[in-house]
């Protein structure tokens, strides 16, 4: 079955740029969602289909995907963004959303 | 502004049943595929189950597949979850989540989740 696999964390400072990769075989294929959990709330979507943004999220947010790994782009970090960041696909082999594991980003 | 309450979930025996349900409003609910997630304690999310917008497709995470039955009804603007011979592996928050467009990944909303404890 497809695997998703993403580092458990990731620090920076802040104004920094964030970076938080989620691997899969050939993930370049696939379109890739990014969703934002802060902690004691519900995910919020922050980037669809690689690289676009639902209205409201800020433009720091950005996405791309290429080869074996996408990538979620953080720019000019803020203290509020501090959350788990999700990747998540459409595993085609199984009919069903498949989601990484997950990766704590904190802000220094 | 979309919304999407869960409830139906508790403290439960392993082997027992329960049903969740989620409540939508804000949008036409019969356009939209809709799924539950969940996340055990301290653990990271789970896609459960998918359905799509006139329940053609359906879909389960192999861990319940077999146990679990989603359904909708969208004279109610309501989705639903079956779930049977409940394990304490099962033990998590629930979520209703929106599909943004058809039956795949696309997941845009979320409801705040109802938590289910398997537990004797």
């Known amino acids: 079955s497809y695997v998703l696999t993403q580092p458990p964390s990731v620090s920076v400072a802040p104004g920094q740029t964030a970076r938080i990769t989620c691997g899969g075989n050939?993930?370049?294929?696939?379109?890739v969602h990014w969703c934002q959990q802060k902690p004691g709330q519900a995910p919020v979507l922050v980037v669809y289909d690689d690289s676009d943004r639902p209205s409201g999220i800020p433009e720091r947010f950005s996405g791309s995907n290429s080869g074996n790994t996408a990538t979620l782009t953080i720019s000019r970090v803020e203290a509020g963004d501090e959350a788990d960041y999700y990747c998540?696909?459409?595993?085609?082999?199984?009919?069903?959303?498949?989601f990484g594991g997950g990766t704590k980003l904190t802000v220094l | 502004e979309v919304q999407l309450v869960e409830s139906g979930g508790g403290l439960v025996q392993p082997g027992t049943s329960l049903r969740l349900s989620c409540a939508a409003s804000?949008?036409?609910?019969?356009?939209?595929?809709m799924h539950w997630v969940r996340q055990a304690p301290g653990k990271g999310l789970e896609w459960v189950s998918g359905i799509s917008w006139i329940s053609g497709a359906i879909g389960y995470a192999d861990s319940v597949k077999g146990r679990f039955t989603i359904s909708r009804d969208n004279a109610k603007n309501s989705l639903y979850l079956q779930m049977n011979s409940l394990r304490p592996e099962d033990t998590a928050l629930y979520y209703c989540?929106?599909?943004?467009?058809?039956?795949?990944?696309?997941?845009?909303?979320w409801g705040q989740g109802t938590l289910v404890t398997v537990s004797s």
């Open positions: 989540a929106k599909g943004k467009r058809g039956y795949d990944a696309l997941i845009d909303y």
């Open positions: 998540q696909v459409w595993d085609t082999s199984g009919e069903h959303v498949l």
């Open positions: 804000g949008f036409p609910f019969d356009a939209y595929a």
């Open positions: 050939n993930i370049g294929s696939k379109s």
